[in-house]
């Protein structure tokens, strides 16, 4: 059973950084797409992130480009989201995911995603 268990996140004042991890266990890191969402209050879970299981390919949602990137270390089985000039309206429960399915294309739909953590909360302050 595939585990996905996201750390990192926090109180943090407008302008300010995290950086989010996840780290998977119960099968091979490598080979998979990573993604990261989020959900704020009263929202529906959105696209933030997508890095492909090579590394080589990755996405963002228009609302986090230039601030966010993402990244893995497949050593560590561990993705990491890199969130820099956080601003209030990047207040939400963020999630990690993974697909069920290896070499695939790297996806902003939710609904390629099989598994997922239980999400780490981040604030941002103005």
């Known amino acids: 059973q595939v585990q996905l268990v996201e750390s990192g996140g926090g109180l943090v004042q407008a302008g300010g950084s995290l950086r989010l991890s996840c780290q998977a266990s119960?099968?091979?890191?490598?080979?998979?797409?990573m993604g990261w969402f989020r959900q704020a209050p009263g929202k529906v879970r959105e696209f933030v992130a997508v890095?492909?299981?090579?590394?080589?390919?990755?996405s963002y949602a228009d609302s986090v480009k230039g601030r966010f990137t993402i990244s893995r270390d497949d050593a560590k089985n561990t993705a990491y989201l890199q969130m820099n000039s956080l601003k209030p309206e990047d207040t939400a429960v963020y999630y990690c995911?993974?697909?069920?399915?290896?070499?695939?294309?790297?996806?902003?739909?939710?609904?390629?995603?099989?598994?997922w953590g239980q999400g780490t909360q981040v604030t941002v302050s103005s």
């Open positions: 995911a993974t697909v069920i399915r290896p070499y695939g294309s790297p996806s902003k739909a939710l609904s390629e995603y099989t598994y």
């Open positions: 119960g099968r091979s890191f490598s080979g998979y797409s």
């Open positions: 890095i492909s299981w090579t590394g080589g390919v990755r």
